[in-house]
């Protein structure tokens, strides 16, 4: 299927969606589900200049920030943890105990620490967002084949040549299957901070819309969080794709020999 067929696909749905909603919302008087028409125009109003810098921009900038964070720290430490199985025992019942407690109900803990600005934004992203990657690629990391870590001992490869050729690729696919289920739980995390925290981005934007009673603003900003959200995925998607490119040309070429 080529691209543009694939975006095709992809969006009529949501298109439709749009189309059935503006038209079944015009003349709505109802205070909660403003016309479609009207949000549009607001959107407009708002998104196209004034509000993408103040407020959509910053909570870009956290979510990339936390969630590179989150990356960085989930596959080192699950290197580490899945090359020790001794070391990933023996810390298995705390990681499991801090992965259990809610990041978001530590939140008033986190904000005594670091206050209520993008520190605690961008540490909260991290912390809630890392799990998934550190146990994806703990996972990733013993799943490796047997033979191929012994054939890379016959061949006294170093420590870190083992991770670099033989490990990471063998575990990519998995390492990245959790980093997507964190880049979801870190756009979540990103507006619930926004919520609470210091004044700016798109989290507070809706929040004082509702404060305010400007239901129709309020909606605009639940657009944006959207778009934001499908963006980030795919952009994800397609750094994955290049990634594993490899991996899916050996799938192929495993099934043409069936």
């Not at 430490?77 to 705390?94: C, D, F, H, K, W």
């Amino acid at each position: 299927m080529s691209s543009l067929r694939r975006l095709v696909w992809e969006i009529w749905l949501p298109v439709l969606l749009l189309v059935v909603w503006f038209f079944a919302s015009l003349g709505s008087e109802s205070f909660y589900w403003p016309p479609l028409a009207e949000i549009l125009s607001d959107f407009r109003r708002l998104w196209v200049f004034d509000h993408l810098l103040t407020d959509a921009l910053p909570t870009i900038v956290r979510l990339t920030i936390g969630f590179g964070i989150a990356f960085i720290v989930g596959v080192g430490i699950g290197l580490l943890l899945g090359t020790n199985p001794a070391l990933e025992t023996a810390t298995r019942p705390v990681i499991e105990f801090v992965r259990a407690t809610p990041g978001i109900a530590m939140l008033p803990i986190i904000m005594v620490v670091l206050g209520t600005g993008d520190a605690m934004k961008v540490f909260t992203i991290a912390l809630v967002s890392c799990w998934p990657i550190l146990l994806n690629t703990i996972d990733g990391v013993r799943a490796v084949e047997p033979v191929l870590v012994d054939v890379a001992r016959s061949y006294q490869l170093t420590r870190v040549s083992r991770i670099r050729d033989i490990v990471l690729p063998s575990a990519a696919p998995q390492i990245l299957a959790g980093g997507r289920t964190a880049l979801g739980v870190a756009v979540v995390v990103t507006v619930v901070t926004e919520m609470v925290g210091a004044p700016g981005g798109i989290g507070y934007f809706i929040l004082d819309s509702q404060r305010s009673f400007d239901i129709s603003e309020m909606w605009t900003g639940v657009f944006v969080l959207g778009i934001i959200g499908y963006a980030v995925n795919k952009g994800f998607e397609l750094a994955e794709s290049r990634v594993l490119r490899w991996h899916r040309g050996m799938l192929q070429h495993h099934e043409g020999h069936k």
